[in-house]
């Protein structure tokens, strides 16, 4: 697999895990000039900003461990362009990051919550 392939294969497993939880996904890949959030979710009445880092292994480390102090600087502020983007007035916003192991034909996935 090709690494957008990756991207993509974690980005619909971490989708899928969030949905899972009870979560409603409502939006994936949304792009504006500052940047792309991977996904947006609505965990009850909070918003959910979620980057998906996923790894294929451990040789480069821990897939959560790109998502600098710097990263999560710039999803905070995507997090505001989407909600003056968007029609919601969420209780609260947090970035979230799940980190996706493809192990195989096995996936670990771990979430790293943000707080509110």
């Given at each position: 697999m090709d690494r957008q392939s990756i991207g993509r294969r974690g980005e619909a497993l971490a989708a899928q895990w969030v949905r899972s939880r009870g979560?409603?996904?409502?939006d994936s890949n949304?792009?504006?000039p500052a940047g792309e959030i991977d996904l947006v979710a609505l965990?009850?009445?909070h918003l959910v900003v979620i980057e998906v880092k996923t790894r294929t292994g451990t040789?480069?480390?821990?897939?959560a461990e790109a998502v600098t102090a710097s990263k999560l600087g710039r999803l905070r502020r995507l997090a505001a362009h989407w909600v003056a983007a968007h029609d919601l007035r969420p209780a609260s916003i947090r970035v979230d990051v799940?980190?996706?192991l493809l192990l195989g034909h096995r996936a670990r996935i771990e979430l790293l919550a943000g707080e509110r």
């Open positions: 979560w409603r996904v409502i949304w792009r504006c965990d009850g009445e040789g480069f480390g821990h897939p799940i980190a996706v």
